[in-house]
């Protein structure tokens, strides 16, 4: 071979040398993969060992994070917080962070971790019954033992957000998510354009919803804006709606597949929102808007009412004094479902292979219940506007948002009847997607029929392989 | 209307149509750049203005908060290495196919050339599953051999059809002297092909720098994320900061817009040999 | 010196790296693109693919999107025929006219060319946005009338991406018959200048016969490369509102990675695939002919 030729073959090797230990040191997933087998059958054949790694005289362990708790995110300063905590108390421990605030990312970066197998040891996936197809395939843990040891948990978090963490009534037993966080969904209004808008109070029905809506137009300003480019936001008006028209016993109905998509009642609340698009009460372009112009627009004054949640509380800091807060109004020929209400909770979930690695799953099983704690859970309240998930954690008012004030007292008086995303009881996950298309469907010209058939339809194929 | 008049008329109309596209084609371009240095109230307030102030936080923020920083590198890194591999196996394929003989020559050649027909989509379901299977992800080796196969068709044809056009008489010279077949393509060949090569090397480059759906399959981890993703990423969560994503926005065109101003000749050519089928 | 080229040793050596890289990882996965085509799987890596015969390519025949999709793509072909080559093949003319400055108009109408189409995609997005540079500009000029939600109307939305589509296109096909004419052999420009053909005479008499090959050839670009659109359409709209704007490939990332069918996802690709030989054939045969005949 010549020298050229050499030459060639040697910068070959190196480039491929250079990426393969790029990769390798980019701590690429399939080197990963590997070296945890090794050191699985490592710690099971060298048994000596296991007493000084008892000590946390640092075996190589990496705790993997993926949750919502990012950049923009109200949770952030309080989950470093709390990583912080746990990295000062086991130095030795890694912990690789992966969070992402964008819910395409997040679910993109879920999925495809699902999909090669390597799924993070905490994730914040949301959702009730539609944890079943990754409970049943190993992808998270069940928690119940881990629970049940750990009486700081069982006794003081709100047994009504751990049942719906248990997921018998969908067939699957055991318990597979902690509640971190409660949220509750409102209408957050601008007092001093409703003032300018001769609005007296806030509405409780929806012929008074009307009325508003109507005042606010004639003083120039857009009811009520949706950024209806993040799906998602149509999707929680229409639980709303669910709720008020048919109670949340409607959305566990629909996802034991009692009940249809394409049942008249639910058929009217897609009509129902369809009417409000028409009426002008979202204004022209909201189809065109995203969630986070959305919020901008409520900031600046240019519409006047906001349906979210009680994240939101953290961002509307600056202006808390002019905001209030009303429930989603109810119907006056449906006054039985009056106190049925939206509650989100969120929740981490741990990953399905720590059955594996009891080790590191005490360390990772004690990083998630930080976040349950009763001190993270005030900060929670405090520095974040979310609900308690524990029943023992007390607040001073002066130290909280008005606004959370104003929605735990809600919380306390007004609501008997709790149900989290309509969507999210139904065993199949790409349910989301599949409302969230219909229903913009629903307002870029089809009917509320054909939406919701193509709901029930494609429903029905996407179950068919599970 | 006499000839002058014509004359004149014709010149203007030119010039007219001309600054037209002009404005149409740059026009974008300017605004990007005039927007990044803007504040977000700015860009929405007063958007066609030329800022008087710069504001470069949103490029802080873009390189901090995006890291489209590490992403450059990233980009950087495949598309050199797949263009080094990219030409380094077609040349060495070429020159089988263009001076060497050997059964079965005209199939291989149509073999290499029919892969120009594939469309990329068409394997990522198997790509997927491949990952899956194989636990490839995040795996930058495997990517870069990936980006180089699908990049072989055109750079294959492109320097087969030019080692064809070479007159064989330097290499047969150098044979009787006694040269090997590995001396002479590497000591006569090669050097001949030089442009052919260049002009792979731009066009390799630029696909790969510009790849989203590949990037997006394969690469999970924020770290190793390439420019088109990280971009992507990067406005999907930041949608309503304007003024960070025309940054990041300026910055990810950096790199293929220089290239284009230094080399404009070559980069055309490059892109354009994709026509000459 | 035949007995070298010969050479069984050297011809592995120089072909099998390329070859086998080649090979494996990009015929390979066409086969098993076909084969995948014939299985049920959801992506997750522990649960089995089940043989379901032809029932993935029954559903995407009659699936209503799917026609939506070939019917998008079809006008994406037509609409960027008859925008992105008339108006690169005029701006060819205009410059080969050689006046001042030329050269450097035609520098800048490549520049679309070498942005990579994410950022294409982002850039546009941001001007079409309701609240837009586009509508403002509208708003501007009193056109209030026309300012839409561009890429979420139901009339507008493919047009438009479609047209922006043509924005990054232009440069492409200008260059190329820009070339081409300056192919044309002076004297065959002075006799037609004698015998009186000047300004659209010229162009349709002389400069078009004369550059018939490399008009065939950016048909034929156009049509292989809108095939495979992703890039634009995904970064735009991702193929919404419900599926309004989907091409093929989108199409196909969707029902693969979002509703998590990858048997239904592989037929696309396939389809895809038949779709680009079918195409690829018939426009190189019409090259072929065409060639003949010169």
Known sequence: MSKGMRKKIAVLLAAVMASA??????????????????????????????????EGS??????????????????????????QEFQEKYPDITIQDESTNDSNSFTNQFKTDVASGNVADIIQWPGISIMKEYADTGVFLDLTDLIAETPDIKDNVDSTLLDMMELSSVGTEGTYALPINNQMEVFYYNKELFQKAGIEKAPETWDEFYDVCDKLKESGVTPWVVGATNAWRVVHIQTGLLYKMCGVEKAKELGGRKAKWTDEDV??????????????????DYLGLDYETEKAMFVSGQTAMSFDGSWRIAELKDMEDNVGVFRMPYFTDREEFKDNDIAYPSQLELGGHLKDEPEKLKYVWELASMFAS?????????DCGNIPVRNDVELETDKMSPLLADLLTIKENDVKVWGSDAWAYDTVAVLEDIVGEAFIGALTGMT??????????????????? | MNDHTRKITKKIILYLVSFFFLFIFIYPLYFVIISSIKTNTEIFTSPFKFPSEFHFENYKTAIEIGNIGRQFLNSMFLAIVTLVLTALAASMVSFAISRLRFKGQGAVRVYFVMGMMVPIQSIIVPLAWAINNFDIRDNYLILILLFTASHMP??????????????????????????????????????????????????????????????????????LRTISVGLLNFVGARKSDYGALMAAIFIAILPPLTMYLVLQENVVKGLTSGANK | MERIRRNKKAVLCFLMPGFLLYTVLLMVPIGGSLVMSFFKWNGIKNVPMVFVGFSNFKAVITDAMFWHSIKNIMWFMVLTLCTQLPIGLLLAVML??????????????????????????LLWYFI???????????????????????????????????LVNTWCGIGFHMTVSYAAISGIPDDVVEAAKLDGAVGLKKVFHIIIPMIWESIISSIVVIVTAVLKTFDLVYVMTEGGPNGLTDVPSTLLYKEAFRYNDFGKASVIGVYIFILSVIFTVISLRITKRERLEY
């Open chain 1, 21 to 54: 230990g790029l990769s390798a040191c980019g701590g690429n997933t399939g080197a990963d993969g590997g070296q945890d087998a090794e050191s699985k059958t490592e710690t099971k054949t060298d048994e000596a060992k296991t007493d000084s790694e008892k």
């Open chain 2, 154 to 223: 055109l750079a294959t044809f492109i320097i087969t059809g030019s080692m064809n056009s070479l007159p064989t008489s330097l290499e047969e010279a150098a044979i009787i002297d006694g040269c090997s077949i590995y001396k002479v393509f590497t000591r006569i060949v090669l050097p001949l092909v030089k442009p052919a090569i260049a002009t792979v090397g731009i066009f390799v480059f630029m696909y790969t720098w510009n790849d989203l759906l590949v990037s997006m399959v394969f690469i999970g981890k924020a770290e």
């Open chain 1, 267 to 284: 058929v009217e609340t897609i009509a129902f929102i369809q009417d409000l698009a028409d009426r002008g009460i979202f204004g022209e």
């Open chain 1, 448 to 466: 509320a029929d054909e939406a919701a058939e193509q709901i029930q339809s494609r429903l029905e194929a996407a179950g068919s392989g599970q």
């Open chain 1, 374 to 382: 009763k001190e993270t859970q005030q900060r929670y309240a405090y």
């Open chain 3, 96 to 121: 080969s006219e050689r006046f001042r400055g030329y050269r450097f108009f035609k520098f800048a109408y490549f520049v679309p060319q070498v942005l990579s189409t994410t950022v294409i995609g």
């Open chain 1, 58 to 83: 640092g075996e190589e362990i990496t705790i993997r994070l993926l949750t919502r708790m990012s950049g923009a995110d109200s949770g952030t300063k309080l989950k470093e917080e709390v990583l």
């Open chain 3, 128 to 162: 079409l946005m309701p609240t837009g540079v586009l509508n403002t500009m509208l708003q501007g000029i009193g056109l209030d009338s026309l300012v839409k939600s561009w890429l979420v109307d139901k009339n507008t939305a493919m047009t438009t991406i479609i």
